[in-house]
């Protein structure tokens, strides 16, 4: 089971994506198949991005927030709509020339003004796309914490229209773990009374946003703490490990554009090279790297866990 893209794969693409494509202005928009994009019709989707341009490509957890104005122009005013995409299994966007070859699973193309094409492509079928609003308060920018500030905070207010399960999802997010709002503070309030598997929370997108299975692996081994440890079991002193080594690992893994497992390729077909740095992910049976006792493989929240016995306790 390929269990990518994670938070360094789609910065991977976010990178990508921000640097062919931001700026441009969307001429046509091609949906091959409108089950991709939820609650639009393919005709309301391509009506509403058509001539506008990409003004912001920006990421939130696993999800990509691309920003669209009619004008760029005209400044912050400007009608605005937001793209969200969520890449799930094996979604991936791409930038490349129109004489590409439409490669099998392309669900949808952007027609750029500079001749490039904003393909959409996803071989497993998971992945969905969907449209909000611009105008909404606290989405101003989707690297920003602030859309899931605004998401509780609307939480009491009046009941609003039923919105796309990808909105919701993405205004559910919990912390940004490279942002400066996820503090070793922030990360031990969030940890206290947790009962549940610390690989669980680690796992759980609306706590801190963008960790999968790959990556929990990997920080838990860092940290030194074993995954079966609850939240609210971890010292201080542990806690602080964990905070560092979800920085750390998150940020050495963008360095190498990801990890490759299976389908997933970055945006511009290279493939990320953080599975020659992996420690502990599918590493079972193998030699611990730190004390030579051979990595297991547990199922532990329901996922298929790596880990070292002796390492972590
Ligand atoms: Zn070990």
Redesign the pocket.
């Known amino acids: 089971v390929s269990e990518v893209p994670e938070l360094p794969e789609v910065e991977t693409i976010r990178r990508i994506v921000s640097a062919k494509a931001r700026g441009r202005r969307v001429i046509s928009v091609t949906v091959h198949d409108p089950k991709f994009i939820q609650d639009l019709s393919a005709a309301d989707f391509s009506a509403r991005l058509t001539g506008k341009t990409l003004t912001d490509v920006a990421r939130r957890g696993k999800y990509l927030v691309l920003t669209f104005a009619a004008d760029a122009a005209a400044g912050p005013d400007a009608e605005r709509c937001r793209l969200v995409a969520h890449l799930m299994m094996a979604g991936r966007l791409i930038v490349c020339p129109p004489g590409e070859p439409i490669v099998k699973h392309t669900h949808v193309v952007f027609g750029l003004d500079n001749g490039l094409e904003l393909r959409y492509i996803d071989l497993r079928h998971f992945g969905r796309l969907a449209l909000m609003d611009g105008g909404e308060a606290g989405t101003g920018r989707a690297d920003a914490t602030g859309a899931a500030r605004a998401g509780r905070a609307g939480a009491g207010a009046a009941p609003r229209p039923a919105e796309p399960t990808l909105i919701r999802g993405l205004r559910a997010l919990g912390v940004e773990p490279l942002s400066d709002d996820f503090t070793v503070v922030a990360l031990s309030s969030l940890l206290a009374r947790r009962k549940g598997r610390i690989k669980a929370v680690l796992l759980d997108q609306r706590l801190v946003a963008g960790i999968g299975n790959i990556y929990a692996d990997e920080v838990l081994?860092m940290a030194g703490i074993h995954p079966r440890r609850t939240g609210d079991s971890l010292a201080p002193a542990e806690v602080k490990r964990l905070h560092g080594a979800i920085r750390a690992v998150l940020a050495q893994a963008i360095e190498h554009r990801g990890t490759t497992i299976l389908t997933y390729v970055d945006g511009e077909g290279r493939r990320g090279e953080f599975a020659g740095l992996l420690q502990v992910y599918q590493k079972h049976g193998a030699a611990?790297?730190?004390?030579?006792?051979a990595?297991v493989r547990a199922e532990v929240a329901g996922r298929g866990t790596h880990f070292?016995?002796?390492?972590?306790r």
Request: proline share 15%.
């Open positions: 081994f611990c790297p730190r004390c030579g006792t990595i070292c016995p002796r390492c972590q």
